[in-house]
């Protein structure tokens, strides 16, 4: 077993002063600390539960990504983000090998996991590459808003003295899992955005030497030097070996950044337009987003990544029009993924749902393709003029959706509802040859998106709003209410019944006079 | 006024320009507005044609549920530009031929005088619904074409003709083959008196000789021709394009249970029965073909067909789309192409008044459905029950009510007398 603990200071509580951190023998203590912290967990896979080992040695790798539904900071290097809810992505160590996965996250997560089996719940991700791809083959995805069970499995699995320590896993923003037979082991990455309960941190960490090694660090971000880069400084000391915290500034390549810091803020909120109807429109707004939304550099592009329910989708073929796409301002559908089928009904839908890549058009960059020219000079033309007046204006960017039939109901006043969480948006932009992502010990990968990406991007991630309650939208849905519908199937049989008769009927009395008219030309 | 109705070039000429008119309309609102005029079905049918060019299966476009010789149709439409009208020209063309067939049928046919066959023939070509559906670029029209060529064609006996046609149309989208039913009813060609009944010794001899009789020279050569036309054609396909070729073109079409709301009265109970909560032992919407293919294939045209083929195809139609499990207001483009026939000597033109009802009705039953329909797919309220339940049934009423006066009007006629009469004029 490995461990790290990392506190993360905002620049202006970047001081810490010597009775913050003391080191003892064999433990650190923490006082009075501001700021996020990141434990992670390194654990090789024999000293894991024998039900865990059995599953994770028919596993290439399996990685799991956790996010609250409730609004929390990313405090850069911990800026990336998932939609909230549980993300799982597998890949079988033998091609077509299921090894249990769903029996596995329905034990640690809980039963009502809808998981039956990779085959069944899990889509294929799409990547970018196979033959570069770093990213897993099969993706689940669950709105799962909380992590009890989880905590109560684990709980279970280690001692007694360690499990006051466990229960605060129950206030993590974010918590990732990462094992593959590569290295034969288990991180386990839990981040809390800002200390639990009380204000501050105030914590006993100790080590006993046989449990490995503890490195305990407290950081702060500086400027860094290079825009690909992330620069630390700070006091670090392993438990059990330093006598004394040391000094520590460090700089590496990141993947994810934050977005720029400017005058305006860069963030957007989600909504579904109302009324949503069975075509509901998830719509983003980036507040004063005209001014704002600016690209971190020009080979940017903006991104958003949508984890969608089974019970909704989105029609790739709608999205292939430029003109309809402008419309909504964006720029075009990047990927779609999983359960795409534009007909089927939620209850013949066995897998989670689908995840979407799209590119959104932004306010330097005007959404129109360079063929429609026309359009674009014009739209350019009363822009200009009205630029003052709409100084920092939002900007609202429209993604249709369609509403699959969901099941009837009762008792429900014929309304139904699914809850979307809200997508990931971020600037996605090239970096320099030859730097090296994977330097970065707080590198984060495997997110749903950036294997859609080439390695060498990176990410301006793009906030939610401060103000927004949960990161999780509710659409109404309108479906056929049984209370009511006990006289359809009659009602239908009667109305077809008494339909069907009368065009017999008439049918027979044609065939009446035909008789008539027989005899009579018999008569004659 | 009369001088316009007096001339086909004119009436045909306005027919053409209201399409062009309609075509020109649909390149500028495609290439300005982010709503299409464009049909969703026509971008399926062009990216179907783009796989099938580049030598792929057109079924790997989602969706596409027709045959494959549609999208080899549509060929030219994936050279890209100006091309992707092609498709729109063809339907066009086709109901315009389609309405050509229709005004023939009325001359030669029914013997009607040509200001009057241009007049009922307006109907069809000079109806902007149809018009707009051909340039929308729904494939209707083309389908209409092949039908009212089958119905010229055997009016006209050209027999071998009309079954390969009905082959096609078969193929095509399998509804036509409730015309086969009356076809082969009408075919009665020799009913002559030299086997009455004196050579009944028994009642099976007498069942085998009527059998014989039954199956004359042009029943049979229709019944081998259109079997011989579908079947190669199926074949054909299905060397091609294998399973998914039956899987799109005819099992979806016949295993499909539309639960998405639409016309049928069937559409709340197959919604209500799919879905898994709802798990009931009596399937009754298993039966629903029941009523639709007795009416449609059995009864109407052993009542009707002989007295009047073009308004027993009509009734058959009605029929057909009026029990159907699934409805669509394209489906009442099948029917609508028969009305020049059945309208000509209808109690709804004769009595006026019946007639604007009906159509008052008929149209007054859609809004019904249609505002029901807005509220629940855009305003997002539960209108399954009762309200766009009601509304399917009462249209469902309605349709009930009007194919009842279409085979009493039938059933009053003796229009036989007239198709023979003009053959028989013809011939002599």
Same mark, same amino acid.
């Given at each position: 077993?490995?461990?790290?603990?990392?506190?993360?200071?905002?620049?202006?509580?970047?001081?810490?002063?010597?009775?913050?951190?003391?080191?003892?023998?064999?433990?650190?203590?923490?006082?009075?600390?501001?700021?996020?912290?990141?434990?992670?967990?390194?654990?090789?896979?024999?000293?894991?539960?024998?039900?865990?080992?059995?599953?994770?040695?028919?596993?290439?790798?399996?990685?799991?990504?956790?996010?609250?539904? @409730?609004?929390?900071?990313?405090?850069?290097?911990?800026?990336?983000?998932?939609?909230?809810?549980?993300?799982?992505?597998?890949?079988?160590?033998?091609?077509?090998?299921?090894?249990?996965?769903?029996?596995?996250?329905?034990?640690?997560?809980?039963?009502?996991?809808?998981?039956?089996?990779?085959?069944?719940?899990?889509?294929?991700?799409?990547?970018?590459?196979?033959?570069?791809?770093?990213?897993?083959? @099969?993706?689940?995805?669950?709105?799962?808003?909380?992590?009890?069970?989880?905590?109560?499995?684990?709980?279970?699995?280690?001692?007694?003295?360690?499990?006051?320590?466990?229960?605060?896993?129950?206030?993590?923003?974010?918590?990732?899992?990462?094992?593959?037979?590569?290295?034969?082991?288990?991180?386990?990455?839990?981040?809390?955005?800002?200390?639990?309960?009380?204000?501050?941190?105030?914590?006993?960490?100790?080590?006993?030497?046989?449990?490995?090694?503890?490195?305990?660090?407290?950081?702060?971000?500086?400027?860094?030097?290079?825009?690909?880069?992330?620069?630390?400084?700070?006091?670090?000391?392993?438990?059990?070996?330093?006598?004394?915290?040391?000094?520590?500034?460090?700089?590496?390549?990141?993947?994810?950044?934050?977005?720029?810091?400017?005058?305006?803020?860069?963030?957007?909120?989600?909504?579904?337009?109302?009324?949503?109807?069975?075509?509901?429109?998830?719509?983003?707004?980036?507040?004063?987003?005209?001014?704002?939304?600016?690209?971190?550099?020009?080979?940017?592009?903006?991104?958003?990544?949508?984890?969608?329910?089974?019970?909704?989708?989105?029609?790739?073929?709608?999205?292939?029009?430029?003109?309809?796409?402008?419309?909504?301002?964006?720029?075009?559908?990047?990927?779609?993924?999983?359960?795409?089928?534009?007909?089927?009904?939620?209850?013949?839908?066995?897998?989670?749902?689908?995840?979407?890549?799209?590119?959104?058009?932004?306010?330097?960059?005007?959404?129109?393709?360079?063929?429609?020219?026309?359009?674009?000079?014009?739209?350019?033309?009363?822009?200009?003029?009205?630029?003052?007046?709409?100084?920092?204006?939002?900007?609202?960017?429209?993604?249709?959706?369609?509403?699959?039939?969901?099941?009837?109901?009762?008792?429900?006043?014929?309304?139904?509802?699914?809850?979307?969480?809200?997508?990931?948006?971020?600037?996605?932009?090239?970096?320099?040859?030859?730097?090296?992502?994977?330097?970065?010990?707080?590198?984060?990968?495997?997110?749903?998106?950036?294997?859609?990406?080439?390695?060498?991007?990176?990410?301006?991630?793009?906030?939610?709003?401060?103000?927004?309650?949960?990161?999780?939208?509710?659409?109404?849905?309108?479906?056929?209410?049984?209370?009511?519908?006990?006289?359809?199937?009659?009602?239908?049989?009667?109305?077809?019944?008494?339909?069907?008769?009368?065009?017999?009927?008439?049918?027979?009395?044609?065939?009446?006079?035909?008789?008539?008219?027989?005899?009579?030309?018999?008569?004659? | 006024?009369?001088?316009?109705?007096?001339?086909?070039?004119?009436?045909?000429?306005?027919?053409?320009?209201?399409?062009?008119?309609?075509?020109?309309?649909?390149?500028?609102?495609?290439?300005?507005?982010?709503?299409?005029?464009?049909?969703?079905?026509?971008?399926?049918?062009?990216?179907?044609?783009?796989?099938?060019?580049?030598?792929?299966?057109?079924?790997?476009?989602?969706?596409?549920?027709?045959?494959?010789?549609?999208?080899?149709?549509?060929?030219?439409?994936?050279?890209?530009?100006?091309?992707?009208?092609?498709?729109?020209?063809?339907?066009?063309?086709?109901?315009?031929?389609?309405?050509?067939?229709?005004?023939?049928?009325?001359?030669?046919?029914?013997?009607?005088?040509?200001?009057?066959?241009?007049?009922?023939?307006?109907?069809?070509?000079?109806?902007?619904?149809?018009?707009?559906?051909?340039?929308?670029?729904?494939?209707?029209?083309?389908?209409?074409?092949?039908?009212?060529?089958?119905?010229?064609?055997?009016?006209?006996?050209?027999?071998?003709?009309?079954?390969?046609?009905?082959?096609?149309?078969?193929?095509?989208?399998?509804?036509?083959?409730?015309?086969?039913?009356?076809?082969?009813?009408?075919?009665?060609?020799?009913?002559?008196?030299?086997?009455?009944?004196?050579?009944?010794?028994?009642?099976?001899?007498?069942?085998?000789?009527?059998?014989?009789?039954?199956?004359?020279?042009?029943?049979?050569?229709?019944?081998?021709?259109?079997?011989?036309?579908?079947?190669?054609?199926?074949?054909?396909?299905?060397?091609?394009?294998?399973?998914?070729?039956?899987?799109?073109?005819?099992?979806?079409?016949?295993?499909?249970?539309?639960?998405?709301?639409?016309?049928?009265?069937?559409?709340?109970?197959?919604?209500?029965?799919?879905?898994?909560?709802?798990?009931?032992?009596?399937?009754?919407?298993?039966?629903?073909?029941?009523?639709?293919?007795?009416?449609?294939?059995?009864?109407?045209?052993?009542?009707?067909?002989?007295?009047?083929?073009?308004?027993?195809?009509?009734?058959?139609?009605?029929?057909?789309?009026?029990?159907?499990?699934?409805?669509?207001?394209?489906?009442?483009?099948?029917?609508?192409?028969?009305?020049?026939?059945?309208?000509?000597?209808?109690?709804?033109?004769?009595?006026?008044?019946?007639?604007?009802?009906?159509?008052?009705?008929?149209?007054?039953?859609?809004?019904?459905?249609?505002?029901?329909?807005?509220?629940?797919?855009?305003?997002?309220?539960?209108?399954?029950?009762?309200?766009?339940?009601?509304?399917?049934?009462?249209?469902?009423?309605?349709?009930?009510?009007?194919?009842?006066?279409?085979?009493?009007?039938?059933?009053?006629?003796?229009?036989?007398?007239?198709?023979?009469?003009?053959?028989?004029?013809?011939?002599?």
């Amino acid at each position: 077993m490995k461990q790290r603990i990392t506190y993360l200071l905002e620049e202006n509580d970047a001081e810490v002063g010597p009775e913050q951190i003391q080191v003892q023998d064999n433990s650190l203590s923490i006082h009075d600390l501001y700021g996020a912290k990141e434990h992670r967990v390194t654990l090789g896979l024999d000293e894991l539960p024998q039900e865990l080992r059995l599953v994770l040695n028919q596993c290439h790798e399996l990685r799991i990504r956790w996010a609250s539904q @409730f609004l929390y900071a990313g405090l850069s290097p911990f800026t990336s983000r998932v939609s909230p809810g549980l993300h799982v992505f597998y890949t079988p160590r033998r091609k077509g090998h299921d090894a249990q996965i769903c029996q596995l996250l329905g034990r640690v997560f809980g039963n009502e996991l809808a998981c039956e089996s990779v085959e069944r719940s899990f889509i294929n991700v799409p990547i970018l590459s196979e033959r570069f791809s770093s990213t897993a083959s @099969f993706q689940y995805y669950s709105l799962w808003p909380s992590l009890k069970k989880f905590v109560t499995y684990v709980e279970h699995a280690v001692h007694e003295s360690q499990q006051a320590k466990i229960r605060s896993l129950l206030d993590v923003n974010q918590l990732d899992v990462d094992c593959d037979i590569i290295s034969h082991a288990c991180i386990l990455n839990a981040y809390w955005a800002e200390p639990t309960g009380n204000k501050h941190w105030k914590e006993l960490i100790e080590t006993k030497k046989t449990s490995g090694t503890l490195e305990v660090g407290i950081l702060t971000n500086e400027k860094p030097l290079e825009p690909e880069e992330l620069s630390l400084s700070g006091v670090l000391a392993v438990v059990g070996e330093d006598d004394r915290p040391k000094a520590t500034k460090f700089s590496f390549p990141s993947r994810h950044h934050p977005v720029p810091a400017s005058d305006l803020p860069t963030y957007f909120y989600t909504h579904i337009k109302s009324p949503a109807g069975l075509h509901p429109t998830l719509q983003l707004t980036f507040p004063s987003g005209t001014k704002s939304l600016i690209p971190p550099n020009p080979s940017c592009a903006l991104h958003a990544h949508l984890t969608l329910p089974s019970t909704l989708l989105i029609d790739k073929y709608q999205l292939q029009d430029p003109l309809f796409l402008s419309s909504q301002r964006l720029r075009r559908l990047h990927s779609v993924a999983g359960e795409t089928d534009l007909e089927a009904p939620n209850w013949a839908i066995s897998r989670w749902g689908s995840a979407v890549l799209l590119e959104l058009a932004h306010p330097s960059a005007p959404p129109s393709t360079p063929q429609d020219g026309a359009t674009a000079g014009a739209e350019a033309g009363a822009g200009a003029e009205t630029a003052a007046a709409a100084a920092a204006a939002d900007w609202t960017v429209s993604i249709p959706l369609h509403l699959r039939y969901l099941e009837p109901r009762a008792n429900a006043s014929g309304m139904s509802a699914v809850d979307v969480p809200w997508p990931v948006v971020f600037w996605a932009c090239a970096a320099e040859e030859g730097t090296k992502m994977g330097m970065n010990p707080f590198d984060r990968t495997n997110l749903g998106y950036d294997g859609l990406f080439g390695t060498r991007t990176m990410f301006y991630h793009v906030p939610p709003a401060v103000q927004a309650a949960a990161l999780v939208e509710r659409v109404p849905v309108p479906v056929l209410d049984l209370g009511r519908a006990r006289y359809v199937e009659l009602g239908t049989v009667v109305a077809v019944v008494v339909g069907f008769a009368w065009v017999v009927w008439k049918l027979l009395a044609v065939g009446g006079k035909e008789g008539e008219r027989a005899q009579g030309v018999k008569g004659e | 006024m009369d001088r316009f109705w007096s001339n086909s070039r004119l009436v045909f000429g306005s027919a053409v320009l209201l399409r062009v008119a309609l075509l020109g309309f649909g390149i500028l609102q495609d290439n300005y507005s982010p709503v299409k005029y464009t049909d969703i079905d026509y971008f399926v049918f062009t990216d179907a044609a783009r796989y099938v060019a580049t030598g792929r299966s057109p079924y790997m476009r989602d969706t596409y549920r027709y045959t494959p010789l549609l999208a080899w149709m549509l060929y030219p439409t994936a050279w890209g530009g100006i091309w992707f009208l092609f498709g729109k020209l063809l339907f066009a063309f086709g109901d315009i031929i389609a309405g050509g067939f229709v005004y023939r049928i009325l001359r030669d046919g029914a013997d009607m005088p040509p200001a009057r066959a241009l007049k009922f023939t307006s109907i069809w070509i000079l109806n902007p619904m149809v018009a707009q559906i051909s340039t929308r670029g729904s494939s209707e029209g083309l389908l209409g074409m092949i039908i009212m060529a089958l119905l010229w064609s055997v009016l006209q006996k050209r027999i071998v003709l009309a079954g390969c046609l009905l082959g096609f149309a078969v193929h095509l989208k399998i509804y036509p083959f409730i015309y086969a039913a009356s076809i082969i009813w009408w075919l009665n060609e020799s009913a002559s008196a030299q086997t009455s009944g004196k050579h009944t010794r028994s009642p099976s001899t007498g069942l085998l000789v009527s059998l014989l009789k039954f199956c004359n020279r042009s029943r049979i050569l229709l019944a081998l021709s259109s079997a011989i036309t579908f079947f190669s054609l199926n074949v054909v396909m299905y060397a091609l394009y294998g399973r998914p070729f039956l899987e799109h073109t005819y099992f979806y079409h016949l295993t499909r249970t539309d639960h998405r709301h639409n016309f049928s009265p069937y559409n709340i109970l197959l919604y209500l029965q799919a879905s898994p909560e709802t798990q009931s032992n009596v399937h009754l919407e298993r039966l629903a073909f029941l009523p639709q293919l007795s009416l449609a294939l059995v009864v109407i045209p052993l009542a009707l067909a002989r007295r009047d083929l073009p308004s027993t195809m009509l009734a058959q139609t009605f029929a057909f789309v009026t029990f159907n499990k699934v409805c669509t207001s394209q489906y009442f483009l099948w029917y609508m192409m028969f009305l020049p026939f059945y309208l000509s000597s209808s109690s709804l033109l004769r009595n006026p008044q019946v007639g604007i009802v009906a159509l008052v009705v008929w149209v007054l039953g859609q809004a019904v459905w249609i505002q029901q329909a807005y509220q629940l797919e855009f305003l997002g309220q539960s209108t399954f029950v009762p309200g766009l339940w009601l509304s399917s049934i009462a249209f469902f009423l309605v349709d009930i009510w009007l194919l009842g006066i279409i085979i009493a009007d039938v059933g009053q006629q003796s229009t036989r007398v007239e198709y023979d009469k003009s053959r028989a004029k013809k011939m002599s």
